[in-house]
């Protein structure tokens, strides 16, 4: 409707001539006026607004299916069962399939198969969510289940390919890996995953075992992008050249083309998601192998000629001189009420149920794009469906929240954070070094607090939170039932959970140094972090030296939570967050290059 609405003005502003599909290419004449206006207005006036608008409208218009939707033939039915992720009907039509095929597998390679490469289609226009994804997933694995009881047993069929999975060394993040599990072991692919933290030893005893098509390897922080550099080294030297594929959030096409590729003999490539790893191994497997591989080291050619021209450039940026810092000096001081005491919190999950915030737990974690606030105060099928899911997990006795912080008095020495006993105030018990950034306005955490120069004691807090306890367990279990939108999305509530927790940690803090939020004060405001202080977690861009997260261990014990620290200085149980807070009214987040 969009095409037509833009190609009908296309042609009013003179365009003569254009190449396009008109297959399902509405007629303009026939498109009703209020289509009509929701297409000028995202046209003409492209907001977030018109936009949300736009795609509310159709979100639920595709939903109004009727008798007639539905496909006529089994197979048809079939892939139509997996792109709309519904079960209905599912099992007959599968007896049916059997009937007309030769072999359970034809099934699956067939109708199922063109599912879900209509599911990936879909997907990359951004016409699915992931949480569709997934539910098209579950009747994918339904199918195969009910298959596998009439076909024979073939110890080394491998479908697509054989990949070996693993989050890296010293890295407990499960629910990037998890998601391309899914994703992969659905489309075909058998998946051998090795869990998580798993050194390079073991992968290369897997991979000689396994003997894969493709290595893959998940990690969530900057530390276990240079983990994967490390395990691509210990691959060459052992004689591996088998196609290796990374992601994770902190990792980039770039760290992985200069970076990884470079220390391995064989081709290293880079999915931004799980749907993008799917396409990548796809091509790898399938007939584009040879046009991958090509495009892969002209890429990597490219992007080592760039990288030269910008060392040069870099090389030629002047210095610029070091100015004076922008935070006030004359803060007033806050002292808290109680520093010889470490807090020790178990909060009911559903306590914490408003700080958990949904637009990124639904919108970022599960993919629901538009304002969710809005399409669920308009009873929005799928915005509803999620947030009940959620919510019945917030409810449930599967999530915990354990939680611990401690004031300790402390001061600045240059870019070093001094950390004092809190029994004298006196004898140095840590000291924390933080980098400066090298443009205006030149900040660095230490001016969040008095310096040793000026002889005021100042004061900062520790906290740690946690909400992962058996997450790891339970979401498997759901994701052997098959049950992988439930699974995935109970691990993302988690996370989200951790970071709430940690939000009202924080707060509490603030309340205990003495200036708590006002009473008019949302909980908007305070995911914005409106209130005074700030808290900044380790490995954060203000400080990113992740390192110093054992100096935090050193200092509030937070094993008595049941929370333990990797040798790569990550938490266990993943959905952990740790943080300094300060009180400086200017402390504020900022990057330093
Ligand atoms: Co934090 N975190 N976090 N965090 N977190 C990042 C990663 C960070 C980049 C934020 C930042 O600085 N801007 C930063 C890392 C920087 C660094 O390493 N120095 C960071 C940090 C520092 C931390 C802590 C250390 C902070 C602290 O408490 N001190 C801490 C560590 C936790 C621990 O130790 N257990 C922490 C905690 C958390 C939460 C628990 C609150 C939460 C969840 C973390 C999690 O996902 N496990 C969280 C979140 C949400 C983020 C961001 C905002 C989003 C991560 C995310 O989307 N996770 C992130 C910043 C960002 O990316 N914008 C950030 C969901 C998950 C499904 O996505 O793992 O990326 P992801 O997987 C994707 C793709 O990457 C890809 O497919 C998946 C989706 O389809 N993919 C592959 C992954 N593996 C793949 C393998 C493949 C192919 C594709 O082939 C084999």
């Known amino acids: 409707m969009l095409n037509a609405v833009y190609l009908y003005h296309c042609t009013q502003a003179g365009l003569d001539y254009a190449i396009v599909n008109t297959e399902k290419l509405e007629r303009y004449a026939s498109i009703p006026e209020s289509e009509i206006k929701l297409a000028n207005d995202l046209l003409f006036t492209t907001t977030d607004e018109t936009l949300a608008e736009f795609t ?10 009727t008798e007639d939707d539905i496909p006529k033939t089994v197979p048809e039915r079939l892939a139509y069962y997996v792109v709309e992720g519904t079960k209905e009907g599912l099992i007959p039509d599968l007896e049916a399939a ?32 992931v949480a569709e994804v997934l539910q098209s997933a579950e009747v994918m694995k339904a199918s195969v289940s009910f298959l596998e009881q009439f076909m024979e047993k073939k110890e080394d069929d491998s479908g697509k390919g054989k990949i070996v999975l693993a989050t890296v060394k010293g890295d407990v993040h499960d629910i990037g890996k998890n998601l391309v599990e899914i994703i992969l072991s659905n489309n075909g692919y058998r998946v051998i995953d090795i869990g998580i933290k798993v050194t390079p030893a073991t992968l290369i005893d897997v991979i000689r075992k396994e003997k894969p098509d493709i290595i893959g390897l998940s990690g969530l922080l900057v530390k276990s992008a240079q983990q994967m550099v490390l395990t691509a080294q210990d691959f060459k030297e052992a004689g591996i050249d088998t196609p290796v594929m990374v992601g994770g959030a902190a990792l980039t096409r770039r760290f992985t083309e200069t970076k990884i590729a470079s220390q391995y003999n064989g081709p290293v490539i880079y999915a931004k998601d799980a749907m993008q790893g799917l396409e990548l ?4 497997q399938g007939g584009e192998r040879e046009a991958l591989l090509n495009e892969l080291v002209e890429k990597q050619e490219k992007r080592i000629e760039s990288e030269a021209i910008r060392a040069n450039r870099d090389t030629a940026v002047a210095v610029l001189p070091r100015p004076v810092k922008t935070v006030r000096e004359d803060a007033p001081v806050f002292v808290p009420s109680d520093l010889r005491r470490r807090v020790l919190r178990d909060y009911s999950v559903s306590h914490l149920y408003p700080y958990v915030n949904m637009r990124t737990l639904i919108g970022h974690h599960l993919g629901l794009r538009g304002n ?33 912080y401690q004031f300790f008095p402390a001061q600045a020495d240059g870019d070093d954070v001094i950390i004092y006993d809190p029994a004298d105030a006196k004898t140095e018990i840590e000291r924390f070094t933080f980098p400066r950034q090298s443009k205006e306005p030149f900040l660095c955490l230490a001016d969040f607090l008095k310096t040793v120069d000026s ?50 940690i924080h707060q509490e803090i603030r309340d205990q140094w003495g200036f708590p939020d006002t009473t008019d004060f949302t909980m908007r405001d305070r995911f914005a972090a409106k209130y005074q202080g700030q808290r900044f977690s380790f490995g954060y861009p203000a400080c990113p030296n992740l390192d110093d997260q054992a100096k935090l261990f050193g200092l509030l ?15 266990e149980p993943e959905a952990s967050v740790s943080a300094i807070v300060f009180s400086h009214p200017d402390a504020r987040y900022f990057n330093v290059d």
């Open 98 to 129: 059997l009937e007309m095929y030769d072999t359970p597998l034809d099934v699956i390679n067939g109708p199922l198969m063109e599912g879900m490469s209509e599911v990936g289609r879909l997907f990359n226009e951004n016409q699915l969510i």
């Open 372 to 404: 969710f606030d809005k399409m669920l105060a308009n009873g929005e099928e799928r915005a509803v469906q999620l947030h009940e899911m959620v919510t019945s997990f917030l409810e449930s006795d599967h999530l915990s929240a354990s939680g611990l």
């Open 281 to 284: 191994a796809n091509r790898l």
């Open 56 to 65: 509310d409208f159709y979100r639920d218009k595709k939903k109004e299916k």
């Open 557 to 571: 014990k937070p094993e008595d939570i049941g929370v333990q620290l990797t040798e790569e200085f990550m938490m």
């Open 455 to 504: 002889g005021e004691m100042d004061y900062v807090a520790f906290m740690q939170v946690t909400a992962g306890h058996g997450v790891r367990e339970y979401a498997n279990r759901l994701k052997a039932e098959g049950k992988f939108l439930e699974s995935h999305a109970f691990q993302a509530t988690a996370l989200e959970l951790a970071e709430g927790f940690a939000e009202r």
